[in-house]
Structures are given as C-alpha cells and as structure tokens.
C-alpha cells in the first residue's frame, strides 16, 4: 500500500478551497485544479485570510500557518494531478462533467491513487462508471464549510473494492475528519433528510399555518435545534435549494423532494436568501456584503 | 398583570408537574385555561380568553367550526412534548380564522409571564411541530431497516452535520417509538399521506406495548 502523501484537490470553489484547507492543515502536499484561474486566486486569497484568522484566535501558531501554506500548489493544467496519491473531486455538480473528469484523471495520475467524490446528489456508482478504476472511487461528502466541520459522509459505490474503501476512510481520519458510512443513495444521510424536511416547511409557510418567524421558534424552542429551517433556507440560497429538489426529485419521485411552488416564486422574485438581502426574512441593503 | 385560572381535568401532557403557570392560578382569572385530557369547557364571553390544551385533534372539535368563520375568545394549546420526554417551553397557540386578536394577545401575555415561548399556528393536525418531523422520524426508522447507515452513525451524522441535540433513533428510543406510532398514525389518519403512515419500527413498539398491557 502507497503513503499519501500528495492530496490533489479538484474545482477551487466553495467547497474545493475548504477541502483544500483540511488537506495541507493536515500535513499533505495539496495540488489543486480548477480550469477557472479567477477560482484559483480567490481560493488562495481566501485560505490566507481564513489562516491569518486562525492564528489571530489561537487555533494556530504563525510558522504552522506559513507550513500550511507552503504545502499548496495551484494549477488550471489537470497534468499537476500526476503526483496525486489521493484525488478529491469537489467541481460543480453535473454528472457528465464529474464522469469526463474522473476519465481524465484516470489517464493523468499514478495507478495506486484513490479518487473521491464530494458530491451531493448524485451517485458515486454512477460517477465512477466507466473512469477506468471503479474499484478506487468512493464518495467523500464533506460539510459546508469544511474547513470547520469535521463530518464526512463516506459511501462505497457497487464497484468500490473494500481496500480501497478502507483506505480511503483511514485517510479521512488522517486528515482529522470524522467519517460516518453510508450507503450510496440520493443525498446520503444529511440531504436525503433536509432536502425533504426543509420542503414541507415552505409548503406549512405556504399554507399559512405558521409564519417563517415561528416555524422557527417553535423548531428551536421545541427541539434544541441551533437554526431554525428558514434561517438556513435563506443563508443556504433558495436557488440551491431548487437545485437540490430537481437533483433528488430526479431520482427518487418521491413528492416531498419535488420543489414546492411558493419556493419557485419567491426565487422568480429575486428573493433568494441572504446573498440577495431577502429570502423568508428581510436582511436590509448590505446583507450580501456582511452575511 | 393579567390573572389567569387553572382548569384540571386530569392528566395533562402539557403540565404533567409543577410550574408557575400553575402556581399563579387564581380564582375566576380573566383567562381561563383548561389543561387535561378531558376538558371540560363552557363558551364565556366575560374572559379575555379561554385556553383549552389539545392532544392530537383540532380545536374545531371543541369549537365546533362553521364556513371557515369559526373563531371566538377561546383557543387551542399544547406545551410541545415528545412522548415521555419533559415538556419544552414551547407552546403552541391555536387560533382560528376569525379568533381575536386581544384574546391571543392576553393567552400570550398569561404563558410568557409563566416564562413560556408561544408560537402562534393556525388549526392543523399536528400543529406545528409534529406535522413536520413525524415524517423524519419515520423516515429514519424506515431508512435504519433499509441499512442507509447505522444507528449510531445516522445520529451522528445528523448532529455533527446539523447540529441537532439529538439524532432521530437516539431520541426516539429514549421518548418512547409507542408514542410516535400513536401521533403520527393521527396524522396519517388526518391527511392521508404515507409520509404519516407509522415506520414498522414504531408498529413493533406499540405492538408490545399492547401485549403488555393485556
Ligand atoms: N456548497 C455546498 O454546500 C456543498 C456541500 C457539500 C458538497 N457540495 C458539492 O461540492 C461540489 C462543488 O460545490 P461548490 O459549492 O464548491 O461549487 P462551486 O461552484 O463553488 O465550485 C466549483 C468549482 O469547480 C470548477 N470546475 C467546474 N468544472 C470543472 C472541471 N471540469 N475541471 C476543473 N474545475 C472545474 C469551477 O471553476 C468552480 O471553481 C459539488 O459537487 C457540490 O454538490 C457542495
């Protein structure tokens, strides 16, 4: 079995730059890949300033953040992925861009390497099909933003040989996460309930049995939760929220995933949350600027 | 201060033990609010409001409902409870279309002296909360039969990942699954659809609390 010791990390988004974090706090050399140079830049601005912050609360010594910080290498060329003893794909979420991207990988990085998914919908099976290593691709579902939360949901695909799964989730512990296994279907754990959950709260708004403001209340008062369901609906992005919906309902049919109509309205309305200062609660002008 | 009244009917779900709403009830208060399981309750429009606590029906059933004009001085209530778990300070206040706004006013102003947190719904099985999660709850015991994940690990998940208190198989198991058979096959009843339809888990539960019960 080879040492990991280079992480590559594919898509510099959100999520990518997160993982990307984890992986070079960790100790591993982090390539990562993104075809969008502007992506790349913003992710590395972004880390230092998440890693100044560290250092500046204490989580973090000053020469750990200059380690970490020397440990990245960023590129828009996939070739950089040829050293990668580990691949974690976090690119956007469209199922024949993650099937062409794993193919590629396949031909460019070293035999042993072991690649992983960050998907939230879509099938691991599915994604591996046909990339030429079935048998070394698992999903690795990390939580926004993951460069603070420590669960990943960890699920083998049909093809996923158990070595390789092993492998995979001893080097997500070695990154100093906490993987929970699950079975490959639509949403894994978290989505399959929240996608679901957070749909009949629009509909209960929709019906009027409660305003946004005391569905919240009631779930926070009621069940200890920190955030009630509308808060994360508007700090998550309505517009994703239908993303989520038409990506599970997709699949699975079942209605309570099918995107409810007063959420199509209100993202028709520009109302899509936080980022465009008005989602279920009013954020004022600048909510974008301060979230 | 508004004054309020305490009416016992017997084994209330939401006040199964002392506190101060109970211990500032006075004689012929200007809201009367009637706990228990089988209240007792007269229409008086002398009250600011009357409070009347519900299990799993709606308040029209006491009220009487007519055109979708129904609504009086009176409304419905319960303290949010999960089977035998503590009551929260969650109340959920049950108006109807034309219920006045003084009398939802005083009810409030009565429970959150208590040191309650009100929540104003309209008339709907299950009110608020167990409209929302029965489906959750059945979802993950149908989910932990269909090896999704593990117990442990689906309760980790979903309070690492959400930060909820507690994961649904943990919390279930500790509030009784016979009590989430009985609500949620209420509501299944109510609206018919098969996200209400009681998980075989919860089924086996209530199933051998009848056994033992015979
Ligand atoms: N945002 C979330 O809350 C969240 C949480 C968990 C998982 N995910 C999953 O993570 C993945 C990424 O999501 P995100 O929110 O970070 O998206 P994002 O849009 O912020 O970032 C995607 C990045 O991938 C790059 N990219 C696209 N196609 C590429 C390709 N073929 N090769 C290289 N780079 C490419 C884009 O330039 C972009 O920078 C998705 O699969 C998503 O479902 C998202």
């Given at each position: 079995?080879?040492?990991?010791?280079?992480?590559?990390v594919?898509?510099?988004?959100t999520?990518?730059a997160?993982i990307?974090?984890v992986a070079?706090?960790?100790g591993?050399?982090t390539?990562?890949?993104?075809?969008?140079?502007?992506?790349?830049?913003?992710a590395?601005?972004?880390t230092?300033?998440f890693l100044?912050?560290?250092?500046?609360?204490?989580?973090?010594?000053?020469?750990e953040k200059?380690?970490?910080?020397a440990?990245?290498?960023?590129?828009?060329d996939i070739s950089?992925?040829?050293?990668a003893?580990?691949?974690?794909?976090?690119?956007?979420?469209d199922?024949?861009v993650?099937?062409a991207?794993?193919?590629r990988?396949n031909?460019?990085?070293p035999?042993h390497a072991?690649?992983?998914s960050?998907?939230?919908t879509?099938?691991i099976?599915e994604?591996?099909g046909?990339c030429g290593?079935?048998?070394r691709?698992?999903g690795?579902h990390?939580?926004l933003?993951?460069q603070?939360?420590?669960?990943?949901e960890?699920s083998?695909?049909?093809?996923?040989s158990?070595?390789?799964?092993?492998r995979?989730?001893a080097?997500?512990?070695a990154l100093?996460?906490?993987?929970?296994?699950?079975k490959?279907?639509?949403?894994f754990?978290?989505?399959?309930?929240?996608?679901?959950f957070?749909n009949?709260?629009?509909r209960?708004?929709?019906a009027g049995?409660?305003?946004?403001?005391g569905?919240?209340q009631?779930?926070?008062?009621g069940?200890?939760?920190k955030m009630?369901?509308?808060?994360?609906?508007?700090?998550?992005?309505?517009?994703?929220?239908?993303?989520?919906?038409d990506?599970f309902?997709?699949?699975?049919?079942?209605?309570?995933?099918?995107?409810p109509?007063l959420?199509?309205?209100?993202?028709?309305?520009?109302r899509?949350?936080?980022?465009?200062?008005?989602?279920?609660?009013?954020?004022?002008?600048?909510?974008?600027?301060g979230? | 201060?508004?004054?309020?009244?305490?009416i016992?009917?017997?084994?209330?779900?939401?006040f199964?033990?002392s506190?101060?709403?109970?211990?500032?009830s006075v004689?012929d208060?200007?809201?009367?609010?009637?706990?228990?399981?089988r209240?007792?309750?007269r229409?008086?429009?002398s009250?600011?409001?009357i409070?009347?606590e519900?299990g799993?029906e709606?308040l029209?059933?006491?009220?009487?409902?007519s055109?979708?004009?129904e609504?009086?001085?009176?409304?419905?209530?319960?303290?949010?409870?999960?089977?035998?778990?503590?009551?929260?300070?969650?109340?959920?206040l049950?108006r109807?279309?034309d219920?006045?706004?003084?009398?939802?006013?005083?009810a409030?102003a009565?429970?959150?002296?208590?040191?309650?947190?009100?929540?104003?719904?309209?008339?709907?099985?299950?009110r608020?909360?167990?409209?929302?999660i029965?489906?959750?709850?059945?979802?993950?015991?149908?989910q932990l039969d269909?090896?999704?994940?593990?117990?442990?690990?689906?309760?980790l998940?979903l309070?690492?990942?959400?930060?909820?208190?507690?994961?649904?198989?943990?919390?279930?198991?500790?509030?009784?699954?016979?009590?989430?058979h009985?609500?949620s096959?209420?509501?299944f009843?109510v609206?018919g659809d098969?996200?209400?339809?009681?998980?075989r888990?919860a089924?086996?539960?209530?199933?051998?609390q009848?056994?033992?019960e015979q």
């Open positions: 079995m080879t040492e990991i010791k280079t992480v590559g594919c898509g510099s988004g999520m990518g997160g990307a974090i070079a706090r960790a591993y050399r390539v990562v890949f993104d075809e969008n140079a502007d992506a790349l830049t913003r590395e601005a972004q230092e300033s100044a912050k560290s250092v500046e609360r204490g989580k973090m010594a000053e020469a200059s380690d970490v910080l440990r990245f290498e960023r590129s828009t950089a992925m040829a050293s003893d580990v691949v974690i794909e976090a690119v956007v979420e199922l024949a993650k099937r991207l794993f193919a990988l031909e460019v990085c035999e072991l690649f992983a960050n998907t939230s879509l099938s099976t994604i591996a046909g290593r079935e048998d691709v698992a690795m990390f939580c933003p993951a603070l939360m420590k669960l990943v960890m083998p695909g049909l093809n996923t158990p070595e390789s799964f092993t995979a989730w080097f997500c512990e100093g996460q906490r993987p929970v296994q699950t490959d279907s639509p949403g754990v978290l989505n399959y309930f929240l996608v679901p957070n009949d709260v629009i209960m708004v929709e049995v409660a305003e946004p403001g569905i919240d009631a779930i926070k008062t069940l200890g939760y009630g369901p509308c808060e994360l609906l508007d700090l998550v992005g309505l517009d994703t929220q239908i993303l989520l919906c990506a309902y997709g699949v699975t049919h079942d209605p309570r995933a099918a995107a109509p959420l199509k309205r209100m993202v028709a309305a520009g899509l949350g936080r980022k465009s200062g008005r989602g279920f609660f009013d954020y004022g002008r600048d909510a974008m600027f979230g | 201060m508004t004054t309020h009244s305490i016992d009917s017997g084994d209330s779900r939401s199964p033990s506190h101060p709403l109970l211990d500032n004689e208060g200007a809201v009367a609010i009637h706990i228990g399981a209240p007792n309750f229409p008086d429009p009250k600011l409001a409070l009347i519900l799993t709606c029209g059933v006491h009220t009487g409902e055109r979708g004009k609504g009086s001085n009176v409304l419905g209530f319960a303290r949010f409870r999960l089977g035998d778990g503590e009551p929260s300070d969650l109340i959920e049950v109807q279309p219920t006045d706004d003084a009398a939802i006013e005083a409030r009565v429970l959150e002296a208590a040191g309650l947190t009100v929540t104003v719904c309209r008339d709907f099985a299950g608020i909360l167990d409209r929302l029965r489906p959750y709850y059945n979802q993950a015991l149908a269909q090896g999704l994940a593990t117990a442990d690990d689906m309760d998940t309070k690492l990942g959400l930060g909820y208190p507690e994961g649904p198989i943990e919390l279930l198991e500790r509030t009784g699954l016979e009590h989430h009985d609500v096959k209420a509501l009843e609206y098969h996200h209400y339809a009681p998980a888990r089924v086996v539960a209530k199933m051998r009848m056994r033992r």
